[in-house]
Nanobody
Framework: VQLQASGGGLVQAGGSLRLSCAAS????????LAWFRQAPGKEREFAAG????????SYADSLKGRFTISRDNHKNTVYLQMNSLTPEDTAVYYC???????????????WGQGTLVTVSS
C-alpha cells in the first residue's frame, strides 16, 4: 500500500491543523492506520491509530483530548485533527499502515513520507 501524507505547515500555538494521508494500491479497509511523529532530536513515537473498520482508535496518552484520528473508507484517506497545538507538537508526522491492528501501533509495515508541522510560540 502506498501512503501520501499532506497538510503540514506553520501554525501558531493554540491553533489547529488537520493532516491527511491518502492510501492507494490495496484494499483500504484491510489496513489499520496510524500516525507517528518525530520531533527534532527525538525518536519517532506513536501518536494515534485507527482500526480498519474505524471502530477502534488508540492514542498516545499525552495526546488524548487534543488529537483525533479518523478515516474515510470511501476516500481511502486517514486524517489527524490536531487542536490546541503547542511548540512541543512540532515534528515530522508520518502516516503508517499495517494489516494488524496491534502491529500498526508499534511496527507498521508501510510508511508514507513525512509532513512537517511547525508550531510557533
Amino acid at each position: 500500500v502506498q501512503l501520501q501524507a499532506s497538510g503540514g505547515g506553520l501554525v501558531q500555538a493554540g491553533g489547529s491543523l488537520r493532516l491527511s494521508c491518502a492510501a492507494s494500491g490495496r484494499t483500504f479497509t484491510d489496513y489499520a492506520l496510524a500516525w507517528f511523529r518525530q520531533a527534532p532530536g527525538k525518536e519517532r513515537e506513536f501518536a494515534a491509530g485507527i482500526a480498519g473498520s474505524g471502530r477502534e482508535t488508540s492514542y498516545a496518552d499525552s495526546l488524548k483530548g487534543r488529537f483525533t484520528i479518523s478515516r474515510d473508507n470511501h476516500k481511502n484517506t486517514v486524517y489527524l485533527q490536531m487542536n490546541s497545538l503547542t511548540p512541543e507538537d512540532t515534528a515530522v508526522y508520518y502516516c503508517a499502515a499495517d494489516p494488524n491492528w496491534g502491529l500498526v501501533r508499534v511496527r507498521p509495515d508501510y510508511w508514507g513520507q513525512g509532513t512537517l508541522v511547525t508550531v510557533s510560540s
